[in-house]
């Protein structure tokens, strides 16, 4: 079987966009220093899905001391940050912050354009 000639080249990937804040920044310089991780390490962050198309994704991040051999890595602002290729269309775009409220304390915050209830397809 052959396919007629489209004149369409192949198509260009671009790397996921990731965006930290400088709080949140900060938070993991502090935690990568805190574990002796800074040359090596970064941070995995994931994104799963519930049941079918109508669950909302969730996201959640984790300390690591390497990536895996078939991980894609962003690097930027002296952060590695480490995902593996099934999470990573489900990434771009988030935003990771860190957030101090007298109500609800602290932590780390996941923001994503697809809204709260960002659905996975």
Known sequence: MTLPESGISEPVLT???VHVTQAAA?????????EDLVE????RLTAHT???CSAPL????????APDDDD????????RI???????W????????????PTLGEGFAFRHPRGVTGRAC
């Open 26 to 34: 900060e938070q993991i310089r502090e935690m990568l220093a805190e």
């Open 90 to 101: 489900a990434l771009d775009g988030l935003q990771v912050d860190w957030v101090d409220s």
């Open 15 to 17: 790397p996921p966009r």
């Open 50 to 52: 519930g049941a079918g």
């Open 72 to 79: 894609l890595v962003l690097q930027g602002g002296g952060l």
């Open 82 to 88: 480490f995902m593996d290729s099934d999470s990573a």
């Open 58 to 65: 969730q996201f959640g991040m984790v300390l690591e001391m």
């Open 40 to 43: 090596e390490g970064g941070i």
